[in-house]
């Protein structure tokens, strides 16, 4: 499966990943700490000029654009009937914000950099028996996973297209999970013969 980070330069590829991160953090939490439309509006413009000024480099992360916008428009729709249209709309710019973010960050850092990462900031723990190495080789093939699970889901779904003329829909769940489990078996096993355990 094709990493979703790009080899593509642009200005944020320059920024430590700890920085990123941080701010990502920081952004988090202010998106969090208000219900002030104007605000989260204003985050959200912000978020997407970002997103927008990687230009190119967003082009493997430009997949997942139409999935977000559908959860969003379900989530303000779900407010909306519930009564509740101001929290549908400011529920709806926070994720907007929060997922373009998160897509900035993960098309211009390396899943090394990441892990990297990780491992720094648990190593304090490593004193109280935490294996940071071990952390970070787990969180690697989750992200791993999530990656696979969308391609995966994406080849059934286009089988399925091509045998019956539709979408697989909710069919396609027994295949994927039976799929998904064979990959963790594989995984499983090649990890047991390269550690020797």
Same mark, same amino acid.
């Given at each position: 499966?094709?990493?979703?980070?790009?080899?593509?330069?642009?200005?944020?590829?320059?920024?430590?990943?700890?920085?990123?991160?941080?701010?990502?953090?920081?952004?988090?939490? +202010?998106?969090?700490? &208000?219900?002030?439309?104007?605000?989260?509006?204003?985050?959200?413009? @912000?978020?997407?000029?970002?997103?927008?000024?990687?230009?190119?480099? &967003?082009?493997?992360?430009?997949?997942?654009?139409?999935?977000?916008?559908?959860?969003?428009?379900?989530?303000?729709?779900?407010?909306?009937?519930?009564?509740?249209?101001?929290?549908?709309?400011?529920?709806?710019?926070?994720?907007?914000?929060?997922?373009?973010?998160?897509?900035?960050? &993960?098309?211009?850092?390396?899943?090394?950099?990441? @892990?990297? @990462?990780?491992?720094?900031? @648990?190593?304090?723990?490593?004193?109280?028996?935490?294996?940071?190495?071990?952390?970070?080789?787990?969180?690697?093939?989750?992200?791993?996973?999530?990656?696979?699970?969308?391609?995966?889901?994406?080849?059934?779904?286009?089988?399925?297209?091509?045998? &019956?003329?539709?979408?697989?829909?909710?069919?396609?769940?027994?295949?994927?999970?039976?799929?998904?489990?064979?990959? +963790?078996?594989?995984?499983?096993?090649?990890?047991?013969?390269?550690?020797?355990?």
């Amino acid at each position: 499966m094709k990493s979703l980070y790009s080899e593509e330069r642009r200005w944020l590829h320059e920024v430590p990943a700890g920085l990123k991160f941080l701010v990502l953090a920081l952004a988090g939490s +202010a998106l969090f700490l &208000t219900s002030r439309i104007d605000w989260l509006a204003l985050g959200a413009l @912000l978020a997407a000029g970002m997103f927008a000024s990687l230009g190119r480099g &967003t082009q493997a992360v430009r997949r997942l654009l139409l999935p977000l916008g559908v959860a969003i428009a379900l989530v303000a729709a779900f407010h909306a009937l519930m009564g509740q249209a101001a929290l549908g709309i400011a529920s709806a710019l926070r994720l907007s914000a929060m997922a373009l973010l998160g897509f900035s960050v &993960t098309a211009s850092t390396r899943p090394s950099d990441c @892990l990297h @990462l990780i491992e720094r900031l @648990l190593q304090p723990l490593a004193r109280f028996g935490v294996r940071p190495d071990e952390v970070a080789l787990r969180v690697a093939l989750m992200l791993r996973f999530v990656d696979q699970f969308f391609g995966l889901w994406q080849r059934l779904d286009e089988s399925h297209r091509l045998r &019956t003329g539709r979408g697989g829909g909710l069919r396609l769940l027994g295949p994927l999970a039976i799929q998904l489990l064979l990959a +963790a078996r594989r995984v499983s096993d090649a990890l047991q013969l390269r550690l020797g355990k």
